[in-house]
C-alpha cells in the first residue's frame, strides 16, 4: 500500500489548509490513518488519527478544536482540515496507515507512511 500526502503550503497565521492523504494499492479498511508532523530540531509527533471502519476521530491536544480529520471511503482518501492555524504548527506533515483497529499516538505502530507536506504558518 502507498501512500500520497498533498495539501501543504505557505499561510498567514490564522489562515486554513486542507491535507489529502491518498491511499493506492491496498485499503486499510478496519484499520487507522494517524497525521504526524515534524518541525525543525524537533521530534516528530502525533497531530490527529481517524478510524476506517467508525470514523472516529483522535487528536493532540494542540490541534483540538483547531483541525478535523474525516475519511472518504470511497476514494480511499483522509482529509486534514486544519484552521486557526498557528506559526508554531510549521511542519512538515506526515500521513500513516495501520491495518489493526487500535488506535495509537506511537508512530512506530504504523506500518506505511506518506512522503510529507511542507506547512508553513508565517506570523
Known amino acids: 500500500v502507498q501512500l500520497q500526502a498533498f495539501g501543504g503550503g505557505l499561510v498567514q497565521a490564522g489562515g486554513s489548509l486542507r491535507l489529502s492523504c491518498a491511499a493506492s494499492?491496498?485499503?486499510?479498511?478496519?484499520?487507522?490513518m494517524g497525521w504526524f508532523r515534524q518541525a525543525p530540531g524537533k521530534e516528530r509527533e502525533f497531530v490527529a488519527a481517524?478510524?476506517?471502519?467508525?470514523?472516529?476521530?483522535y487528536y493532540a491536544g494542540s490541534v483540538k478544536g483547531r483541525f478535523t480529520n474525516s475519511r472518504d471511503n470511497a476514494k480511499n482518501t483522509v482529509y486534514l482540515q486544519m484552521n486557526i492555524l498557528k506559526p508554531e504548527d510549521t511542519a512538515v506533515y506526515y500521513c500513516?496507515?495501520?491495518?489493526?483497529?487500535?488506535?495509537?499516538?506511537?508512530?512506530?505502530?504504523?506500518?506505511?507512511w506518506g512522503q510529507g507536506t511542507q506547512v508553513t504558518v508565517s506570523s
Open positions: 494499492g491496498g485499503t486499510f479498511s478496519g484499520g487507522v
Open positions: 500513516a496507515g495501520r491495518k489493526t483497529r487500535y488506535y495509537t499516538q506511537q508512530d512506530y505502530d504504523y506500518d506505511y
Open positions: 481517524i478510524t476506517w471502519s467508525g470514523g472516529s476521530t
